[in-house]
């Protein structure tokens, strides 16, 4: 028989599992998730056929994907287009597709999440809540095909998607130049809405390139809090942390404009628009990496932002890696998630690829989390083995600017 592998303990992974624990724990999320009205409905409950829900389970292997009609939402989300080995340019293509009639029950669950976050009945604040909740309740349509037009030329096929609606699926683009942008449409039928036109980005093989964490690196989310998540998610105008708007544009000036940026989040996909809207307001362009599982819940929401989000996030470093794996890095975090140990991690998997690394220290972390998130120790532990001079730790974004100066300036 076999057994699971454990996390020895005192390593800095299990020390992350460990904070992730605590802080639900003592921030209270099991009850806020257990006592959240139902939300949407799974794949198993969806109006799908037996044959389509049984062949999704196949993903892109299913031999008879189902076409998008003529009232189903259709998002496509924008990319970076690398070289592969044989010198040819790919790209990941990733599409949702949803069914456009929301859950009968919306009313009662933006009363729901009105009350949490201390709203009274008939709030004007309840119209945001109904419009950012939406992507939540909308029925996923598994096993979909979304056919684009790449450039106005090539056309693509991706799929089909899986139980949770979404595709991933890497394709052999056209040539391109560094730095050019290409928009591809969807190719559906007429009164399908949704996000229908998408960018890709072209990045040559070597050059800087930026993973910046969203949730209280670059924006406020409050993710030690269940009830903060909620409010800042589905209530706040979405705020981004004070000086990094400043911080980013600068790092953009230093690495080139061309320079491709990720922002990888723990927040899963329902946030895309959300998300995509908060990127182009404030920060540089780039591709927004998020997290695909509990698709339809908002307790799946709090899950995602505090549950195994090291081993989420080194998972998609290392298919950055796999895309750019001459590209010299700069990676950008905070202390409310695992980002340090995630990050070390990553230094240690591809000795060389990380250049640089920064950590936004939380200050009101004590009161919302656990204080040791913010202990020398901790990130001493994250980045165990590394050089100190590799990764610094923050409060105020303009002191980084001389660190990425120095950095970039040296090359390395």
């Given at each position: 028989?076999?057994?699971?592998?454990?996390?020895?303990?005192?390593?800095?992974?299990?020390?992350?599992?460990?904070?992730?624990?605590?802080?639900?724990?003592?921030?209270?999320?099991?009850?806020?998730?257990?006592?959240?009205?139902?939300?949407?409905?799974?794949?198993?409950?969806?109006?799908?056929?037996?044959?389509?829900?049984?062949?999704?389970?196949?993903?892109?292997?299913?031999?008879?994907?189902?076409?998008?009609?003529?009232?189903?939402i259709v998002w496509l989300l924008d990319n970076v287009a690398f070289r592969a080995q044989n010198g040819n340019w790919h790209?990941?293509?990733?599409?949702?597709?949803?069914?456009?009639?929301?859950?009968?029950?919306?009313?009662?669950?933006?009363?729901?999440?009105?009350?949490?976050?201390?709203?009274?009945?008939?709030?004007?604040?309840?119209?945001?809540?109904?419009k950012r909740i939406a992507p939540f309740v909308m029925e996923v349509l598994p096993g979909r095909q979304v056919n684009l037009?790449?450039?106005?030329?090539?056309?693509?096929?991706?799929?089909?998607?899986?139980?949770?609606?979404?595709?991933?699926?890497?394709?052999?683009?056209?040539?391109?130049?560094?730095?050019?942008?290409?928009?591809?449409?969807?190719?559906?039928?007429?009164?399908?809405?949704?996000?229908?036109?998408?960018?890709?980005?072209?990045?040559?093989?070597?050059?800087?390139?930026?993973?910046?964490?969203?949730?209280?690196?670059?924006?406020?989310?409050?993710?030690?809090?269940?009830?903060?998540?909620?409010?800042?998610?589905?209530?706040?105008?979405?705020?981004?942390?004070?000086?990094?708007?400043?911080?980013?544009?600068?790092?953009?000036?230093?690495?080139?404009?061309?320079?491709?940026?990720?922002?990888?989040?723990?927040?899963?996909?329902?946030?895309?628009?959300?998300?995509?809207?908060?990127?182009?307001?404030?920060?540089?362009?780039?591709?927004?990496?998020?997290?695909?599982?509990?698709?339809?819940t908002i307790s799946g929401l709090l899950s995602n932002l505090t549950l195994g989000t090291e081993k989420y996030k080194v998972?998609?470093?290392?298919?950055?890696?796999?895309?750019?794996?001459?590209?010299?890095?700069?990676?950008?975090?905070?202390?409310?998630?695992?980002?340090?140990?995630?990050?070390?991690?990553?230094?240690?998997?591809?000795?060389?690829?990380?250049?640089?690394?920064?950590?936004?220290?939380?200050?009101?972390?004590?009161?919302?989390?656990?204080?040791?998130?913010?202990?020398?120790?901790?990130?001493?532990?994250?980045?165990?083995?590394?050089?100190?001079?590799?990764?610094?730790?923050?409060?105020?974004?303009?002191?980084?600017?001389?660190?990425?100066?120095?950095?970039?300036?040296?090359?390395?």
């Amino acid at each position: 028989m076999s057994h699971p592998r454990r996390t020895p303990a005192g390593t800095p992974r299990a020390q992350s599992i460990g904070f992730e624990k605590r802080t639900r724990s003592e921030c209270g999320f099991d009850d806020v998730e257990s006592s959240l009205a139902p939300f949407g409905v799974s794949a198993s409950q969806t109006h799908q056929g037996n044959l389509t829900k049984i062949l999704s389970y196949l993903g892109s292997r299913n031999p008879f994907p189902a076409q998008i009609g003529k009232d189903d939402i259709v998002w496509l989300l924008d990319n970076v287009a690398f070289r592969a080995q044989n010198g040819n340019w790919h790209a990941e293509f990733v599409a949702a597709a949803f069914d456009h009639q929301a859950s009968p029950k919306l009313v009662d669950l933006v009363g729901d999440i009105a009350s949490r976050v201390g709203l009274s009945k008939g709030d004007k604040e309840e119209a945001t809540i109904e419009k950012r909740i939406a992507p939540f309740v909308m029925e996923v349509l598994p096993g979909r095909q979304v056919n684009l037009k790449f450039d106005n030329a090539a056309d693509i096929r991706l799929g089909p998607g899986g139980r949770n609606g979404i595709s991933s699926d890497v394709r052999k683009v056209t040539d391109g130049q560094e730095g050019a942008v290409t928009v591809s449409k969807a190719v559906v039928p007429q009164g399908v809405t949704g996000m229908l036109e998408m960018k890709t980005v072209y990045a040559e093989p070597e050059g800087w390139a930026v993973i910046s964490d969203v949730d209280d690196t670059i924006k406020v989310t409050q993710t030690s809090s269940p009830v903060g998540i909620l409010r800042s998610t589905f209530v706040s105008q979405p705020t981004p942390i004070q000086g990094m708007p400043e911080l980013y544009a600068y790092i953009q000036t230093m690495v080139t404009s061309s320079a491709p940026w990720f922002y990888l989040s723990a927040s899963p996909y329902n946030l895309y628009p959300f998300l995509r809207k908060f990127r182009d307001d404030y920060f540089p362009h780039g591709q927004l990496i998020l997290r695909d599982s509990n698709l339809m819940t908002i307790s799946g929401l709090l899950s995602n932002l505090t549950l195994g989000t090291e081993k989420y996030k080194v998972d998609r470093i290392e298919k950055i890696h796999r895309w750019l794996p001459r590209r010299k890095m700069i990676l950008i975090g905070d202390s409310t998630q695992s980002d340090p140990e995630a990050y070390g991690d990553a230094c240690r998997m591809f000795p060389g690829w990380i250049k640089l690394i920064l950590i936004r220290k939380v200050e009101d972390i004590a009161a919302v989390g656990i204080h040791e998130k913010n202990d020398p120790q901790r990130f001493e532990k994250a980045f165990e083995d590394l050089p100190r001079e590799l990764w610094h730790v923050f409060e105020d974004p303009a002191e980084c600017q001389e660190l990425i100066h120095k950095t970039v300036t040296a090359g390395l």
